[in-house]
C-alpha cells in the first residue's frame, strides 16, 4: 500500500466550488456529477476561472441521494447554487428540453442541454455579461481525451481527463515554500491521497484504488486557478512564482523538451471502463487504499 484516500471531491458545474464526498460513485468520464455543467458565453464559449475567478464563489449543492449507486433524478430533484448577492437558484436534475449549438471547451465543440432562461440570467446578473447554464449531451456527444495519451477515453466538460489525483504530501511542500499556506481546493482534484511521500504521484502510471485500476496517463499542467482564492475570488502571485521555482519542466524534465509549463498532481483514467460495464459497486470511498502497479523512476521520464 502507498497511500490511502484522504479526500473525494466533485465538481458539478465546470470552474464553480466544489463538493466534498465520502464515497462517490465511478464513471468512465469521472465521478459521477463531475464537470456535467458548464457556464458559457455569448459566443458558446465555456466560461471558467481564469477569466471568470468570481465562479469560485459559486456554490453548489446536490441533493445526498445523487450519490447513492443507481439513483436516477425525479421531477422534484434539482442542483442548489448560492452566490453573494444573488437569490438561490433550483436547477432540475430532471433532463432539460431546450439545447444550445455552438458549445465550446478548448478544441472540443457541439451542442449541449440548455437549462433555460433563469439560470441563464442568474449567471449573466452575476458575471455581470451574457451567459447560458448548459448540460453535457452524454445521448449524443461524446468528447475524446487525448488520443496518443490514453486512447478510447472520454470527459465530459473536464479541461483534460477524467480524474486528477493529488497527494498531501504534495500540498504540504508546497506550503512550506509560502508565507500564506494554502487549501487543497485551489488544485481542484478529484482524489486526495495522503501517506506517500511529496510528489510520489508523479511516478505512478499505474494504480488500484477499491480493486479498480486507473492509468497515470500524464502530469498535470497547471493554469493561473491555483493563484485564485477560492473564497474571495482574487489571485495572487506567490503560488504562480513557488510552482515555477521547483515545479517547471525545466526543474522536473531537463532532458525532454520545454513546454514552459509547471505540473502538480497525477491525471488519470479509470483504465476498466474501457472493458467492465459501468454498475453496481463502482465506488471509491475515503480511505481506501491505494496501491502502485507500475511507475516510472523520476519525473523526467513520466508523459507530461
Not at 447560458?132 to 490514453?150: D, G, H, I, K
Request: net charge positive.
Amino acid at each position: 500500500m502507498a497511500a490511502r484516500v484522504s479526500s473525494i471531491f466533485i465538481y458539478p458545474i465546470k470552474s464553480c466550488r466544489g463538493i466534498s464526498l465520502l464515497r462517490a460513485p465511478i464513471t468512465a468520464t469521472g465521478f459521477r456529477w463531475d464537470r456535467q455543467w458548464v457556464v458559457v458565453n455569448a459566443k458558446g464559449r465555456a466560461c471558467t476561472q481564469r477569466v471568470e475567478p468570481r465562479l469560485a464563489l459559486v456554490v453548489v449543492e446536490l441533493p445526498s441521494e445523487a450519490f447513492i449507486e443507481g439513483w436516477e433524478p425525479t421531477e422534484s430533484s434539482y442542483m442548489v447554487l448560492k452566490a453573494p448577492g444573488m437569490n438561490v437558484l433550483k436547477v432540475s436534475l430532471s433532463k432539460p428540453h431546450g439545447t444550445a449549438d455552438g458549445v465550446s471547451v478548448w478544441e472540443w465543440s457541439g451542442s449541449a442541454l440548455d437549462e433555460g432562461d433563469e439560470a441563464s440570467q442568474w449567471f449573466s446578473d452575476f458575471l455581470g455579461k451574457p451567459c447560458r447554464l448548459v448540460r453535457f449531451n452524454t445521448a449524443s456527444e461524446t468528447r475524446p481525451v487525448e488520443p496518443e495519451y490514453a486512447p478510447g477515453h472520454k470527459v465530459l466538460f473536464s479541461d483534460m481527463y477524467p480524474y486528477m489525483l493529488l497527494s498531501q504530501g504534495s500540498l504540504d511542500a508546497l506550503n512550506e515554500l509560502l508565507n500564506n499556506p494554502i487549501p487543497i481546493n485551489r488544485f481542484r482534484p478529484n482524489i486526495l491521497v495522503d501517506g506517500c511521500e511529496p510528489f510520489a504521484e508523479d511516478l505512478w502510471t499505474e494504480i488500484r484504488i477499491n480493486n479498480f485500476t486507473f492509468q497515470g496517463v500524464k502530469l498535470c499542467s497547471r493554469c493561473k486557478v491555483p493563484t485564485i482564492n477560492q473564497e474571495t475570488g482574487i489571485a495572487g502571485p506567490e503560488v504562480s512564482e513557488a510552482l515555477k521555482a521547483f515545479r517547471s519542466d525545466t526543474v522536473l524534465r531537463p532532458t525532454q523538451k520545454r513546454k514552459g509549463k509547471v505540473y502538480f498532481g497525477q491525471n488519470l483514467v479509470w483504465k476498466d471502463s474501457l472493458t467492465v460495464a459501468e454498475g453496481k459497486g463502482k465506488v471509491i470511498k475515503v480511505g481506501d487504499p491505494v496501491y502502485v502497479l507500475r511507475k516510472v523512476s523520476s519525473a523526467n521520464e513520466a508523459a507530461a
